[in-house]
């Protein structure tokens, strides 16, 4: 991500960060049992 720097930043920069922490965390908590279908070799990374 980026927020841009100087007079220009995000002032929800921080929030941005935040946010997918704790939503992976609530899933990880809410469904402990959740597993990713399939084998490691059908996993893509795109990035």
């Known amino acids: 991500m ?4 100087g007079p ?3 002032l929800g920069a921080d929030l941005a960060r935040v946010e ?3 939503a992976i ?3 990880i908590r ?3 049992g ?4 399939g084998g ?7 990035g």
Do not use: D, K, S
């Open 20 to 22: 997918p922490q704790v």
């Open 30 to 32: 809410e469904f402990p």
């Open 2 to 5: 980026a927020f841009g720097h």
């Open 34 to 37: 959740l597993r990713i279908e």
């Open 8 to 10: 220009h930043f995000c």
């Open 40 to 46: 490691e070799q059908e996993l893509t990374w795109i």
């Open 25 to 27: 965390g609530w899933v």
